[in-house]
């Protein structure tokens, strides 16, 4: 009783403080992360491999068991999981007890993993291995087609990744973003073996062939010091680069005949500009070819914000998307 009676006997003090919840109470509602079903999905790192032209089963063993054997055991860990694929991607997902500081989960995998790279492939150790903190909920998905299919998968989904997936991940609070259906821009190269086998070669000697002359190279300067007395010039050379047609790639020189015959690419394959990988294929409503963009949330971020910064974000790359 004394406890009421003192704000009954102060009424403005009572209003002043019914005042102050009231403006505490909306302004935690601005800022607090809201969402219909708030996540309580324990932390999560995952990590990433590709091992081109591997089979699951290969993947498993020579990259997928490697790694789990040192991340097995890392602290605060609940269980993992792992999954290799026909297109030679390996992911392992490691999920962490609840109140794990993320960032740390991240730093103690990614630790582990250094130690299991030098046993990987030396392919698998050229294009990288990724570990990063994400949330495993798909909080979006967004489906890029051509309605009067103007444009095929091939030319959607290298769009989905040049000129939209970078501006995506720069959103506050995106994880990751996956793309399904994706095949990435790639030389095709369609190996003839009686051609091969009349020349001699075998397709160790055409990667080696691709991998030497195949470069981005400094290619240095003419007249920089030293130079000889004089010298009023100097020119910063710069050469071609990388290789991009098929007509570049098929003159790569693959062996030297004995009177002096140079034996090209074009001689024996036929060369293409294609997809990476054909494995999977995505539709929308079924019918329509399309590419899917899924955005993964990083952990603890409001996934209401984000949903509202990704539409914003859409909005402005409609306006420079191609007729």
Do not use: C
Request: proline fraction near 7%.
């Amino acid at each position: 009783m004394k406890f009421s009676r003192f704000f009954i006997d102060r009424p403005i003090f009572a209003i002043v403080i019914s005042v102050v919840t009231v403006v505490l109470g909306a302004l935690a509602y601005i800022t607090l992360p809201v969402a219909q079903f708030p996540s309580i999905a324990p932390p999560t790192v995952v990590v990433q491999a590709q091992f081109p032209g591997a089979d699951p089963k290969t993947l498993a063993e020579t990259v997928a068991e490697p790694i789990e054997q040192q991340v097995n055991g890392v602290e605060n860990m609940l269980y993992m999981s792992s999954t290799s694929s026909t297109d030679g991607t390996m992911q392992l997902t490691v999920t962490f007890k609840l109140g794990t500081d993320p960032n740390i989960a991240q730093v103690l995998v990614q630790n582990r993993v250094a130690i299991a790279e030098p046993q990987l492939p030396a392919e698998v150790r050229n294009i990288g291995v990724v570990t990063q903190k994400q949330s495993p909920d798909v909080i979006m998905a967004i489906a890029l087609s051509s309605q009067n299919k103007t444009y095929n998968p091939l030319y959607l989904s290298n769009y989905a990744y040049t000129q939209m997936e970078d501006s995506l991940k720069r959103i506050e609070g995106v994880g990751n973003i996956l793309v399904y259906g994706a095949q990435p821009y790639s030389m095709r190269v369609w190996l003839d073996p009686d051609l091969m086998f009349s020349r001699g070669l075998t397709a160790d000697d055409v990667i080696s062939a691709l991998q030497a002359q195949n470069l981005e190279v400094a290619s240095g300067s003419i007249g920089s010091e030293p130079a000889p007395p004089k010298t009023e010039f100097q020119l910063t050379l710069s050469t071609e680069g990388r290789l991009v047609t098929p007509l570049q790639f098929s003159k790569i020189v693959l062996k030297h005949g004995e009177d002096g015959q140079l034996v090209y690419l074009k001689d024996v394959s036929r060369l293409e500009l294609g997809g990476q990988d054909y494995s999977s294929s995505t539709y929308r409503d079924g019918v329509i070819p399309s590419v899917a963009i899924l955005i993964q949330q990083l952990p603890g971020a409001n996934q209401l914000k984000i949903a509202a910064s990704v539409k914003k974000q859409l909005v402005e790359m409609a306006k420079a998307f191609p007729p």
